[in-house]
């Protein structure tokens, strides 16, 4: 929800990070499961990251936006482009709760 709301952005509150990703989730699994591919959930830094470097506040952004990616059975996480490596670890320790393969760029 953080970068949705981020510098304008008008999408958190007119759609919302749950809302964009079940969509994203369900054209994804149409188009590729029919023909035999895979669906990968993503993510990437958080502006949360940046104004706290407060660990749990951190996790608590990562984890509305993979909670979909559950629901919906994806079949591995991209994270990408973390400048900085704290936060690419914290977000492993969320990710790895729910979703088992992930796939990190810092």
Not at 30 to 38: I, N
Request: hydrophobic content about 40%; aromatic content about 6%.
């Amino acid at each position: 929800e953080d970068k949705l709301k981020n510098r304008g952005n008008a999408a958190g509150a007119e759609h919302g990070v749950r809302a964009i990703n079940d969509g994203a989730c369900k054209i994804a699994k149409e188009t590729s499961y029919a023909a035999g591919g895979l669906v990968a959930g993503g993510l990437s830094q958080t502006p949360t990251y940046i104004t706290t470097k407060n660990k749990e506040l951190v996790k608590a952004e990562v984890k509305k936006q993979i909670e979909v990616f559950k629901d919906h059975i994806v079949d591995l996480m991209i994270c990408e482009y973390y400048e900085l490596v704290e936060e690419a670890v914290w977000l492993v320790e969320a990710v790895k709760v729910l979703l088992p393969v992930t796939l990190v760029c810092v």
